[in-house]
């Protein structure tokens, strides 16, 4: 069993950077690392994700704000946020999946997170 813990939400101003952090209990690299989110009333939608070469992708609604990167020796997986705006608004989780299918093609993920609420107003 693998245990994921976010953490690093909260509330900030339009245009403003948050760091996520996503500690894993065992290698990141044996696995496809995404961050999803889920806003209310909508559906959950995988964003960025992190093969275990480094190689990463974004969906169009965060390139070139947010960036997903992992520190393999800490086991821990990091989401900068950046010129966040206020449909930014949502719970974020961070998700293993299979390392053969990044980024992952469908909700294909192993494990979750808990999830951690990030809100930004306008």
């Known amino acids: 069993q693998v245990k994921l813990v976010e953490s690093g939400g909260g509330s900030v101003q339009a245009v403003g950077s948050l760091r996520l952090s996503c500690v894993a209990s065992t290698f990141l690299y044996t696995y496809c690392m995404s961050w999803l989110r889920q806003a209310t009333g909508k559906e959950l939608e995988a964003f960025a994700s992190?093969?275990?070469?480094?190689?990463?992708t974004y969906a169009d609604s965060v390139k070139s704000r947010f960036t997903i990167s992992q520190d393999n020796a800490e086991n821990t997986l990091y989401l900068q946020m950046n010129s966040q705006k206020p449909e930014d608004t949502a719970m974020y989780y961070c998700?293993?999946?299979?390392?053969?299918?990044?980024?992952?093609?469908?909700?294909?993920?192993?494990?979750w997170g808990q999830g951690t609420q990030v809100t930004v107003s306008s």
């Open positions: 998700a293993a999946g299979n390392p053969y299918s990044c980024p992952p093609v469908g909700p294909d993920f192993s494990y």
């Open positions: 992190i093969d275990a070469a480094g190689k990463t």
